[in-house]
């Protein structure tokens, strides 16, 4: 018996090796890859001279490149969507379970793509490529601050267009995001409907509506009223670190539901010793929050923050008409794909899109996201909806 728990034992542990070494050779390495502009035009009419953006991309371009699927990130996202820079990463980028060979977005048939946004969220995080408030004017040799010209939705597609056209691409099999991606997917379908086949939104909104404007002002805020903050020029200074980490807390547990956080802090107690005996102490949750956005703090911008608010605010698709004529333009067939739970951008937005596409006589699917999570549903829960997600990309063209 002893020599059979030996051979078992030995057994086990190959097995497990081999089980590693597979899940090695399968993982997906991905490098980042920059991108330069010498001038970019904003929507607002300002130019930008040297804009530079990270991408990267997962799969192979066939010969007529007509297998592109472009993912457009979140809020505080960057282009890893899916893969490892290397074998050690701690984690795959936010999408790996969708993004990779035979998943949802297979990369044995297409080749999926994904651009840095300008005003990147990360501009300090070194797998990150933006131009925005704190890079270096070339004109001035100083770091641009707030004469950084204000920025869209609508700019970001565009520097992903010329991304794109830079590798002779002409034509999306499918565009998808999630959160500030759907923004920029479904501008994607209006601004450009003969380059988009499908539509994915995640997460989505079709326009900034009141409520919805007021949430994003709440995230600026704590930055503006940080006494370090100095009206942006803080760049030789003290930086605003504590409006930035408070304006994280909000953005973080907004982007949460309480069913997620009440169950990831069963501690919390409301008579906890510490706040109730120092007004200056807080609650362990508090504490919780406040360490998790410090932590993304330190490679983030809160300028670049206030410049993401204010593309979010700005949104309606087509940055034109009103949401009901812009989905006149679109010709691509659209998938919806809100979290049911949702608080930040809740169902009712995604169902407004969907409404109106059925209104202009387009195609359009829908189906909810369910979990714990909320918002974030979108990003960690995405999986539940790989068969639908492969289904859609794998139907014909409507173009």
């Not at 607002?44 to 699927?69: A, C, F, M, P, R």
């Not at 409301?270 to 005996?277: D, G, I, V, W, Y």
């Not at 369910?370 to 639908?388: E, F």
Request: charged share 15%; hydrophobic share 45%.
């Amino acid at each position: 018996m002893r020599h059979f728990c030996i051979w078992l034992g030995k057994f086990v542990l190959l097995a497990l090796c081999l089980i590693q070494l597979c899940w090695a050779q399968d993982t997906l390495l991905v490098n980042k890859q920059q991108f330069t502009l010498d001038d970019f035009v904003t929507f607002g009419g300002k130019t930008i001279k040297q804009v530079k953006v990270g991408w990267e991309s997962y799969g192979k371009l066939n010969e007529d490149k007509s297998n592109v699927i472009l993912i457009t990130h979140f809020f505080s996202g960057n282009s890893h969507a899916a893969g490892k820079y290397s074998q050690d990463d701690a984690k795959p980028g936010y999408w790996d379970s969708i993004i990779g060979p035979d998943k949802a977005i297979d990369t044995n048939h297409y080749f999926v793509i994904s651009v840095d946004s300008l005003v990147n969220l990360g501009v300090h995080d070194p797998h990150v490529i933006t131009t925005g408030p704190a890079s270096i004017n070339p004109e001035t040799g100083k770091p641009y601050g707030l004469t950084f010209p204000v920025v869209t939705i609508r700019d970001f597609v565009n520097v992903q267009k010329a991304v794109l056209e830079s590798l002779g691409i002409s034509k999306l099999h499918a565009v998808m995001g999630a959160s500030m991606g759907s923004m920029q997917a479904l501008e994607w379908a209006t601004a450009y409907p003969d380059w988009v086949a499908r539509m994915i939104s995640v997460i989505g909104v079709g326009q900034a509506d009141a409520w919805t404007t007021l949430t994003l002002e709440q995230w600026a805020m704590p930055i503006r009223l940080d006494k370090h903050w100095n009206h942006g020029d803080y760049y030789q200074r003290q930086i605003p670190v504590d409006g930035l980490t408070a304006s994280l807390m909000m953005i973080t547990q907004q982007a949460m539901h309480p069913d997620y956080i009440n169950a990831a802090n069963p501690q919390h107690w409301p008579l906890e010793a510490a706040p109730l005996n120092d007004i200056n102490q807080s609650h362990q949750v508090v504490n919780w929050l406040k360490n998790a956005a410090q932590a993304r703090a330190n490679i983030m911008d809160a300028n670049h923050l206030l410049y993401l608010v204010r593309a979010n605010q700005l949104f309606i698709a087509g940055h034109h008409d009103k949401l009901e004529e812009a989905m006149k333009r679109v010709k691509a067939k659209s998938l919806l794909l809100p979290s049911h739970n949702d608080l930040l951008l809740m169902p009712y937005m995604a169902k407004q899109v969907h409404q109106a596409l059925l209104a202009a006589g387009k195609s359009s699917q829908y189906a909810e996201i369910n979990g714990p999570m909320g918002h974030l549903n979108g990003v960690v829960g995405i999986a539940q909806h790989s068969s639908t997600i492969a289904a859609f990309l794998a139907a014909k063209d409507s173009l």
